[in-house]
């Protein structure tokens, strides 16, 4: 399994913006499909963008499309989520991800990934 650690959460306020990163302690970073979940209370984890390995192709769901973007330094082993205007709706734990060589689809489900950071909370005040 693959170490990944995240850091960049914390407490905003409505319209703003965070960028989350995330480290992940491997030789072979660009063989990693990279993901971003989140979870409410009480819900299962739900992804908010990945990014595929090699071509780097990512995917959104409609819920943050157009607000969230996520990217990858394979120089640096390192994924970011950069999420914009920012709403109450938004609060939860945002997870790091990550499974070597996973092609990714609108049906890709948080158990095809095998490795998780500790998760990272942001909350989004009013």
């Known amino acids: 399994q693959v170490q990944l650690v995240e850091s960049g959460g914390g407490l905003v306020q409505a319209g703003d913006s965070l960028r989350l990163s995330c480290v992940a302690s491997v030789r072979t970073f660009s063989t990693l499909t990279m993901g971003w979940f989140r979870q409410f209370p009480g819900k299962e984890r739900k992804l908010v963008a990945a990014?595929?390995?090699?071509?780097?192709?990512?995917l959104y769901p409609d819920s943050v499309k157009g607000r969230f973007t996520i990217s990858r330094d394979n120089a640096k082993n390192t994924v970011y989520l950069q999420a914009d205007n920012l709403g109450p709706e938004d609060t939860a734990v945002y997870y790091c991800a990550a499974q070597p060589w996973l092609a990714l689809s609108r049906r890709t489900r948080p158990g095809e990934f095998k490795s998780w950071g500790q998760g990272t909370q942001v909350t989004v005040s009013s």
């Open positions: 990014m595929a390995w090699g071509s780097g192709t990512p």
